[in-house]
Antibody
Framework: EVQLLESGGNLVQPGGSLRLSCEAS????????MSWVRQAPGKGLEWVSS????????YYADSVKGRFTISRDISKNTLYLQMNSLRADDTAVYYC???????????????WGQGTMVTVSS | QTVVTQEPSFSVSPGGTVTLTCGLS?????????PSWYQQTPGQAPRTLIY???TRSSGVPDRFSGSIVGNKAALSITGAQAEDESDYYC??????????FGGGTKLTVL
């Protein structure tokens, strides 16, 4: 069974840092795209960042570029999101999502984790 | 900046058919945007319904279908059920690894 388990969400002060983790199981982690999508309280979904499984390329939304870094540890089947210079508008539930089984990056998001809450406030 | 547009809300009668759309503030949506659709109920993670315009995700009932209608992507629900009352989001691939979500449509079944 495919499972994604996010962790690392917490309350952090503006300007602070946090690292989110997404532990994956039930599929070949190294060959598929993995992404982070967030949802601010009462708002819609916002794509944050993706890691292409095949090429190893990384991509970021303009709103987080230069502040967030996506990475993965294949030996641990874990995806990370390092978040620096956090702002109040980064407050959201952060979801980890797996790409489609074909390995085609453009197939979007297939399976989603349950999310982890990040609150940026003083 | 490109904005992906969705109807803020929609209602459908039980057993009825509804088509939700996903457009662009500038230009037309095509299969090259690889439109995907997601369903979300309050407090839950999103669930993938459709990807690459019209491919149903595993386990999704065939009353859900995706297409391009005119200059927009479309999600149709045929024979709506009470359990389909949810928020629906589309996402479009903009190239260079970038995805943009629409604002979502709140579907009421009544």
């Amino acid at each position: 069974e495919v499972q994604l388990l996010e962790s690392g969400g917490n309350l952090v002060q503006p300007g602070g840092s946090l690292r989110l983790s997404c532990e994956a199981s039930g599929f070949t982690f190294s060959s598929l795209a993995m992404s982070w999508v967030r949802q601010a309280p009462g708002k819609g979904l916002e794509w944050v960042s993706s890691f292409s499984g095949s090429s190893g390329s990384t991509y970021y939304a303009d709103s987080v570029k230069g502040r967030f870094t996506i990475s993965r540890d294949i030996s641990k089947n874990t995806l990370y999101l390092q978040m620096n210079s956090l702002r109040a508008d980064d407050t959201a539930v952060y979801y980890c999502a797996k790409g489609g089984n074909s390995g085609n990056y453009r197939d979007g998001f297939d399976i989603w984790g349950q999310g982890t809450m990040v609150t940026v406030s003083s | 900046q490109t904005v992906v547009t969705q109807e803020p809300s929609f209602s459908v009668s039980p057993g009825g058919t509804v088509t939700l759309t996903c457009g662009l503030s500038s230009g037309s949506v095509s299969t090259g945007h690889y439109p995907s659709w997601y369903q979300q109920t309050p407090g839950q993670a999103p669930r993938t319904l459709i990807y690459s315009t019209n491919t149903r995700s595993s386990g999704v009932p065939d009353r859900f279908s995706g297409s391009i209608v005119g200059n927009k992507a479309a999600l149709s629900i045929t024979g709506a059920q009470a359990e389909d009352e949810s928020d629906y989001y589309c996402v479009l691939y903009m190239g260079s690894g970038i995805w943009v979500f629409g604002g979502g449509t709140k579907l009421t079944v009544l």
